[in-house]
């Protein structure tokens, strides 16, 4: 079926030319001796403005043409004397591919809720809210293919299948076949993260990353959380910890300017609709140096704020959301990392620092979502990380392999994660992660 998209048209320098456009009815309205459609392809967030008249060949299918219907139009493209758009299409004909019965069509005018919406997942993307979220979802995974790719790393798949637990907490979900034989040989899981993975592929290719989808079996019943989420996880040979900052912070920046550069007009229409400065706080963002505090000081900041945490701020207890919203908003005003955490609250894998009390890992943190990053410097040394991984009580054997990386040219490396969502959250608004993601799987719930 030719027909040119609405974004193109909408695009065009100057009016003129026969086309045919096709899309869903988001409106119509009907008079005797004319009638307008307001049509989404999808393309963009603008709408073609379509206007009927009695010659229009079909014009009496006007009558079965609603809100939510599929139509095909051809017509000749012209300047709109109206306000509010540039061109408008004067139809010469009008084909109905869908009809939608109004009395049924469940997304109507009138502004539903969030929770609604989410029962309708198969139809939500026809909102104009919805679709201008997966379309920053769709610009922010390319921007994050276009920094890694622009930097030379190297895209590299993890497996979704795994028989270890990269966290040595068990939030996993089990994979099991029917029967009673383990499928695998042995008990096997969803990944909650890739790096342990990624880790043994940087150190051959240098720098990589993984871009997939991970699984939590955490009970998380919040905004922030899915139990299946998409995770960018960077890891770079020959990388400390500060060069792992860097990173982090560039890699932030590099995505507010792709999106602003390439997807302005939905960073636009979120602001407008859910978060007022939207813009101007992305360009902040990119313009100021990142806040970096350690964890020391950022619980002693914590201890002295005066606050009425819920939970202890104490020197060996960990940061939570509440802490990260007090430091990033309040104390900060921006973007901010925490680095240098205490050993005994962080996995196995993060570098000994040489108090013997911390580990080399850094949390980022944005002003309204708490952690977007979690990552570290990993530990390079045989006999140090054998030492942790015995201490935690995990399975030596079950990590041989990860333990010969050690043995056989280790050098000092270092990666992070970044929950997709989260960022876009951050980007467009929303309050809650169940909205950016198209079919949301939490504790409760995987509909469709
Ligand atoms: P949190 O403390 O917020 O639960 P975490 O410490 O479990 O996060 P990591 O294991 O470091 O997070 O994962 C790296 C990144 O993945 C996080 O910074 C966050 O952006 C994202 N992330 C983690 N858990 C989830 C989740 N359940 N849903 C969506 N994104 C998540
Ligand atoms: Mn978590």
Redesign the pocket.
């Known amino acids: 079926m030719k027909r040119e998209k609405i974004k193109d048209i909408l695009g065009r320098q100057v009016a003129g030319g026969g086309l045919t456009a096709a899309g869903w009815v988001r409106s119509a309205r009907l008079s005797p001796n004319v009638a307008f459609i307001d049509l989404t392809d999808g393309s963009t967030a603008g709408g073609l403005q379509i206007v009927l008249s009695p010659e229009t060949k079909n014009f009496e299918l006007m009558e079965r043409v609603h809100t939510g219907c599929s139509v095909l139009v051809e017509g000749e493209l012209v300047d709109s004397p109206g306000k509010g758009q540039k061109y408008e299409l004067q139809a010469t004909s009008l084909a109905l591919l869908g009809e939608a019965d109004p009395e049924q069509y469940p997304i109507q005018k009138k502004k539903h809720t969030m929770e609604f919406l989410r029962t309708k997942a198969h139809l939500r993307v026809r909102t104009n809210t919805f679709a201008a979220v997966f379309r920053l979802r769709s610009h922010l995974s390319q921007g994050i293919h276009h920094f890694f790719r622009n930097r030379g790393f190297f895209y590299v798949h993890a497996p979704l299948i795994t028989t270890s637990d990269c966290?040595g907490a068990g939030q996993m979900f089990q994979v099991k076949a029917p029967g009673e034989q383990e499928f695998f040989g042995k008990p096997a899981w969803l990944t909650?993260?890739g790096q342990l993975e990624a880790e043994l592929l940087a150190l051959g290719l240098g720098e990589v990353y993984t871009f997939g989808p991970t699984f939590?079996a955490?009970n998380?019943n919040t905004p922030?959380?899915?139990?299946e989420?998409w995770?960018v996880e960077p890891e770079m040979a020959f990388y400390e910890l500060s060069d792992n900052m860097d990173l982090a912070e560039e890699f932030i920046k590099s995505l507010l300017s792709y999106m602003l550069n390439n997807d302005l007009e939905d960073l636009e229409f979120m602001q407008r609709w859910y978060r007022k400065g939207l813009l101007e706080q992305l360009e902040k963002i990119i313009e100021r140096p990142f806040e970096r505090l350690s964890y020391t000081e950022a619980t002693k900041q914590l201890s002295a704020s005066g606050k009425n945490f819920e939970f202890p701020t104490e020197w060996g207890n960990d940061i939570q959301?509440e802490h990260e919203r007090y430091l990033s908003e309040e104390k900060v005003g921006g973007p901010v990392i925490i680095h240098d955490y205490p050993a005994k609250i962080k996995p196995f894998y993060m570098r000994l620092g040489d108090d013997g009390q911390t580990v080399g890992a850094m949390?980022v943190l944005l002003p309204g979502i708490?952690?977007?990053?979690?990552g570290s410097q990993r530990e390079e040394r045989y006999d140090v990380l054998l030492a942790r991984i015995r201490k935690q009580g995990l399975d030596e054997a079950a990590y041989q392999w990860f333990l010969d990386t050690r043995r056989f040219g280790t050098v000092p490396h270092s990666g992070f994660?970044?929950?997709l969502?989260?960022m876009l959250l951050f980007l467009s608004g929303m309050a809650n992660?169940r909205d950016v993601i198209p079919f949301p799987r939490t504790p409760g719930n995987a509909e469709f």
Request: overall charge negative; hydrophobic content about 30%.
């Open positions: 966290e909650v993260s939590r955490e998380s922030r959380h899915l139990s989420f995770m959301t949390d708490g952690e977007i990053i979690g994660g970044l929950g969502e989260r992660i």
